[in-house]
């Protein structure tokens, strides 16, 4: 049998197979030479003291022990063309694993997405980033894959207590991710290689008999005696089904507003909402590894910081080593920001939302709006920042001392977000509590990271797509909505994840409780 170790490393040996060989001999006493394999199970960065190590987790096997390849296979897929159908809404992570889900349970998904696939979605982008223009449907939050496929692909999650990790990382490595993403601590797939997992997503499902509509917006849903029947598009077709998991994502305002017409159950949901700041990546490095260059063996640091502020969490989110600030702003007339990396990590600047948790009682100037109050002061914001820096998608800035300060800063330089930015004194971007908690944030942020603090630091908001300014309910065993038979709120717009694998983990779990309810046994 191998032998399983835990052992503390330098860089420099983690990353040369002959070197950790050679160490995990020394460990179990015996020469080099009757080390056949070893397999590392897990990594991750020690950078608590002055020398950085490496911790694994390591499978030994010995010259007379056999090793075999893991090989990740997918799932038997079988044909569900005939087979009775369930709606999707949404083809982001919640989405199109809700469909896989659904394959493997004989249904049939029909995924209805409002934007456009992988490929298409590029001249949007590109349009939103050169020429400031937002087409509504297809941006960096709505397409094929969801907002995470061109923001970063981090696959970190707290919520193992949510649902089956593992899985969700073996089928990412089924259809085309790096293994690294099961050993990695804090694994990533890079925006420039998700793509095309997604895509080969899609076709699998439209392979087995699965639909994936495209271009599709849902503007309607057909209910019937508080059940379920169908949707109507935005070009008047019907499309039936009993069954409908709505995987719409956290920016779909349009949905929120549609379920709060027909007066189906929705509630405000308290969200965080702060800035994106962006360092050089070198001054995050020397801070984080406490070394002048960090060398050819460690990766971009990353930083986590948490500081409670007059009684309110301010903390990183979505932290950006290696990577760029995008516009992700899903309609024209507001600015919103968030931050990706490429799979190499290997920009020159990092950056990091950094977000105040929010109270229902801040959304009280909104009241009118009911359960849309938190959505409509999020949109106050962004508008107010679209204004503020000139009513195109540049974006309001400021360095981050001179911010504290409550200072206009004199010149902003060129940062990684490309349609540009205008100098701006950020308290008037935000509400007097908000901006007061930030500064004095900031300042304990310095005290807590040493260098953190700096006006090489530029700040760009807002940052206010955390997560979903609504929630809608759902019955907590059979998973559909309290008030309409059939409808499954799910994923991150439901206020039910919070990422890549968490709303992946949840459009599974709405695809087993429908399976469930129709009485047919998971395979």
Not at 14 to 34: F, G, M
Not at 331 to 340: D, Q
Request: proline share 5%.
């Amino acid at each position: 049998m191998p032998q399983e170790l835990q052992l503390q490393v330098s860089p420099e040996i983690a990353a040369n197979e002959s070197l950790l060989n050679e160490h995990v001999a020394q460990l179990v006493r015996v020469s080099t030479k009757l080390v056949h394999k070893v397999v590392i199970l897990k990594r991750s960065i020690d950078a608590r003291q002055k020398a950085v190590k490496v911790n694994l987790k390591v499978s030994v096997y010995l010259i007379d022990e056999k090793y075999t390849a893991q090989k990740i296979e997918l799932p038997n897929y079988e044909n569900v063309s005939n087979k009775q159908e369930v709606i999707i809404v949404g083809a982001g992570p919640a989405g199109l694993f809700a469909a896989l889900q659904l394959i493997e349970l004989g249904l049939k998904p029909i995924v209805i997405e409002r934007g456009k696939d992988v490929r298409g979605r590029r001249r949007d982008l590109k349009a939103i980033n050169v020429d400031h223009v937002v087409n509504e449907d297809s941006n960096y939050c709505f397409g094929e894959g969801g907002a995470g496929t061109y923001s970063d692909g981090k696959l970190y999650t707290r919520s193992k207590k949510r649902g089956d990790v593992d899985r969700i990382l073996q089928l990412l490595v089924g259809f085309g991710a790096t293994p690294d993403i099961l050993v990695e601590a804090h694994p990533h797939i890079g925006t420039n290689k998700l793509p095309q997992i997604i895509q080969d997503i899609r076709e699998k499902i439209i392979e087995c008999g699965g639909k994936v509509l495209f271009e599709t917006r849902v503007t309607d849903f057909v209910i019937k005696n508080n059940e379920m029947q169908g949707v109507v598009t935005q070009n008047g077709d019907t499309i039936s089904a009993s069954k409908l998991i709505l995987a719409t994502g956290h920016s779909a305002r349009d949905i929120f507003e549609l379920l709060d017409r027909k007066k189906i159950f929705i509630e405000a949901k308290p969200f965080a909402l702060g800035v994106r700041a962006e360092h050089p990546q070198e001054l995050i490095d020397r801070i984080q590894y406490s070394c002048d260059f960090r060398g050819d063996y460690l990766p971009p640091a990353p930083y986590s910081i948490v500081k409670q502020v007059n009684g309110r969490g301010m903390y990183s989110f979505c932290m950006c080593p290696g990577g760029v600030i995008a516009p992700c702003a899903t309609s024209p007339g507001e600015v919103v920001t968030n931050g990706w990396s490429p799979s190499k990590r290997d920009q020159a600047t990092a950056n990091s939302g950094i977000v105040v948790e929010l109270k229902l009682e801040d959304f009280k100037p909104f009241a009118k709006f009911g359960a849309l109050s938190g959505m409509e002061f999020q949109k106050s914001i962004e508008q107010k920042a679209w204004h503020l820096a000139g009513e195109t998608q540049k974006v309001p800035a400021q360095r981050m001392i001179d911010f504290t300060q409550n200072k206009v800063s004199a010149s902003i330089p060129k940062t990684s977000y490309v349609p540009g930015t205008t100098s701006v004194e950020m308290g008037q971007v935000f509400p007097d509590f908000l901006t007061q908690i930030m500064r004095e944030g900031f300042i304990e942020f310095g005290k807590a990271i040493r260098g953190y603090m700096t006006n090489d630091a530029i700040l760009h908001a807002p940052e206010s797509r955390t997560s979903s300014p609504v929630r809608i309910p759902r019955d907590n065993e059979t998973l559909d909505h309290p008030q309409i038979k059939g409808l499954y709120p799910c994923g991150e717009g439901a206020g039910f994840a919070g990422g890549i694998i968490s709303a992946a983990i949840d459009g599974e779990k709405c695809a087993l409780k429908i399976a469930e309810s129709l009485k047919i046994s998971s395979l």
